[in-house]
C-alpha cells in the first residue's frame, strides 16, 4: 500500500482538530506545512 496517499488527509484532519483546541498553533501548523512542502519540492521524494 501507497502510505504517502494518506499522510496528507491524516495531517489535514489532526491539523485541523488542533487549530480548533488551541487556535494559536495555526502559525506553528502553517509555518511547518510550508517548510516540509518546500523541501519536498526542493529534494524531491
Do not use: D, E, W
Not at 504517502?4 to 501548523?29: D, K
Not at 510550508?34 to 526542493?42: K, P, Y
Amino acid at each position: 500500500m501507497n502510505i504517502t496517499a494518506q499522510i496528507g488527509p491524516v495531517a489535514a484532519l489532526v491539523a485541523g482538530v488542533l487549530i480548533l483546541i488551541m487556535p494559536r498553533l495555526l502559525n506553528y501548523i502553517v509555518a511547518i506545512y510550508l517548510i516540509v512542502i518546500g523541501a519536498v519540492g526542493l529534494f524531491g521524494r
